[in-house]
T-cell receptor, first 120, second 110 residues
Framework: NAGVTQTPKFQVLKTGQSMTLQCAQDMNHNSMYWYRQDPGMGLRLIYY???????DKGEVPNGYNVSRLNKREFSLRLESAAPSQTSVYFCASSDHAQYSGYRLGTDTQYFGPGTRLTVL | QKEVEQNSGPLSVPEGAIASLNCTYS??????FFWYRQYSGKSPELIMFIYSNGDKEDGRFTAQLNKASQYVSLLIRDSQPSDSATYLCAGRGSNYKLTFGKGTLLTVNP
């Protein structure tokens, strides 16, 4: 099991360029998430997908779009990159987003290795 | 704004000592709590989760939850230099999303 994989590992963009960050998981998880991590700010949720076919905004969605391509894959798109989007991006997955009725621990999120994005 | 607050640190302990990491949360509807360890340049990895009031032990790690005080802690016994990392506390609130604290940097000195 590879767990959660992300591509690319590093990326440098110029302001205004677009790109898509890819994420895939092989744990048969229902829920997937995109976070960004900035120094002093902790991990902040950008978008999440509670189940295949659904997506919802997190804390900092502006400037991003997402696609839940299938159960395995969840991509994050920057349409017009800005220097403020320079960050480390993590994808995560969990069995279920909701607790009630499910086994304890199934809402545990497992993280990919991250993508380090610099926007010049 | 639902928040999770951690003591900012950095926290420095000698090898073999007990490291105590603390976290408070504002959302009384929070149902589950997680401690992650993050080495520099790496992704967060799960240490423990806790759902019920009281203590939960796993090897050298003990998580403690007090819902009345809205307080979560992580104790690391017999601290090792390999425990040096940033520790992230997270709570899953009534909106089913995880909210992370900003992390506490722990250094274990040989």
């Amino acid at each position: 099991n590879a767990g959660v994989t992300q591509t690319p590992k590093f990326q440098v963009l110029k302001t205004g360029q677009s790109m898509t960050l890819q994420c895939a998981q092989d744990m048969n998880h229902n829920s997937m998430y995109w976070y960004r991590q900035d120094p002093g700010m902790g991990l902040r949720l950008i978008y999440y997908s509670a189940s295949e076919g659904t997506t919802d905004k997190g804390e900092v969605p502006n400037g991003y779009n997402v696609s839940r391509l299938n159960k395995r894959e969840f991509s994050l798109r920057l349409e017009s990159a800005a220097p403020s989007q320079t960050s480390v991006y993590f994808c995560a997955s969990s069995d279920h987003a909701q607790y009630s009725g499910y086994r304890l621990g199934t809402d545990t999120q497992y993280f990919g290795p991250g993508t380090r994005l610099t926007v010049l | 704004q639902k928040e999770v607050e951690q003591n900012s640190g950095p926290l420095s302990v000698p090898e073999g000592a007990i490291a105590s990491l603390n976290c408070t949360y504002s959302d009384r509807g929070s149902q589950s709590f997680f401690w992650y360890r993050q080495y520099s340049g790496k992704s967060p990895e799960l240490i423990m989760f806790i759902y019920s009031n009281g203590d939960k032990e796993d090897g050298r790690f003990t998580a403690q939850l007090n819902k009345a005080s809205q307080y979560v802690s992580l104790l690391i016994r017999d601290s090792q230099p390999s425990d040096s990392a940033t520790y992230l506390c997270a709570g899953r609130g009534s909106n089913y999303k995880l909210t992370f604290g900003k992390g506490t940097l722990l250094t274990v000195n040989p």
